[in-house]
């Protein structure tokens, strides 16, 4: 990954052209929830894709538990909202998940987050104190595991990149 | 200083230590290009270093909106950092050397601690490339930096490399 930010969606159906795609299913029934993929491309794949911070996607990651937190449709919050400040503050704050990304469609606003966790029966997400989560079981090949953010940081490094991306492109 | 390691103009080296969940990290992917505050404690146990987390703590806020890090070290293991992170609601790295290589290789051994073997208790602040800024000596806890001074010593770091540090204007 060269870019500081991925694209990442979930479909009804494996989609061509992706960098990375995994099956999923709904935690705990397993039943089939479509296919989560990720590009590594600046023009938007399809409608729903929202930006991620690129380092969550790995190729050779194993299967995963993911806590999606989506805004119901039509809400629209900040990223600089008091209550996504202090969601990434508990995310600091607390044991690390696996990987974790605010999910942005635009320069402002918070559009989600995705926590992956393995191993742990899945951590609490912070993120869902503000919208459901929808916990999903995602297959191989799609997440990695990323060294924890170092913190205290909690302003993303330029608009456009997802927290937790942690510095400017000259680094 | 009792040591050269952290003289000012000096580079710290890049350590390589577990963090306090056991994730092996090295100083310069904390740093990360940003201005940071290294500080090296005795261990959860002495009263003064509590209460000088007590002031780290407090200066969290402002560094989590203003593009600099903080990193603490000491020799305990990694269960016993977590724990006294998360009692203290700290939420940065801390940086575990309980073999004590790198207290060797940075000559920080408080000598007259011969039961807890700790790092000295020292403060520096450090460049994006690490390099040490200014650097306190707290073994006696009046040594330590206020706020007031880390605040000046990060702005002193940010100004030049920040190049918009004049507000772009019309």
Request: charged share 25%.
């Amino acid at each position: 990954m060269t870019s500081t930010w991925i694209w990442l969606a979930l479909t009804a159906d494996r989609p061509a052209g992706a960098t990375a795609a995994a099956p999923v299913r709904q935690a705990p029934t397993g039943e089939p929830a479509g296919w989560m993929a990720a590009w590594a491309r600046r023009r938007r794949p399809l409608a729903g894709a929202l930006r991620a911070d690129a380092r969550i996607v790995d190729r050779g990651g194993a299967p995963a538990l993911v806590s999606l937190v989506l805004p119901p449709a039509g809400v629209r919050v900040p990223v600089d909202d008091l209550a996504v400040q202090q969601a990434r503050r508990e995310v600091l704050a607390r044991p690390p998940a696996d990987a974790v990304s605010l999910l942005l469609r635009d320069a402002s606003h918070f559009e989600g987050a995705i926590t992956v966790v393995r191993g742990r029966g899945g951590a609490e997400d912070p993120f869902a104190r503000l919208f459901p989560s929808r916990v999903l079981e995602v297959g191989a090949g799609l997440f990695g595991r990323v060294a924890p953010p170092a913190g205290p940081v909690i302003e993303r490094y330029g608009s456009a990149n997802p927290w937790p991306w942690d510095r400017y492109p000259a680094v | 200083m009792p040591t050269t390691s952290l003289a000012p103009g000096a580079i710290v080296p890049d350590l390589r230590l577990p963090d306090h969940n056991g994730n092996a990290r090295s100083l310069s992917d904390l740093v990360a290009g940003d201005p940071t505050v290294l500080q090296f404690y005795r261990g959860w146990w002495c009263p003064k270093e509590q209460t000088f987390f007590r002031r780290l703590i407090a200066f969290q806020d402002e560094v989590e909106v203003a593009y600099a890090r903080i990193v603490s070290i000491s020799v305990d293991p990694p269960e016993v950092a977590a724990a006294f992170r998360a009692g203290l609601g700290a939420r940065w790295t801390f940086l575990c050397d309980p073999g004590r290589e790198a207290q060797r290789a940075l000559g920080l051994r408080e000598t007259t601690d011969t039961l807890n073997d700790p790092y000295v208790p020292a403060v520096a602040t450090l460049l994006p490339d690490r390099t040490v800024l200014r650097a306190y000596d707290g073994y006696w806890y009046w040594g330590r930096p206020t706020l007031e001074e880390l605040r000046g010593d990060l702005r002193e770091i940010t100004r030049p490399i920040g190049p918009d540090w004049d507000a772009p204007t019309p």
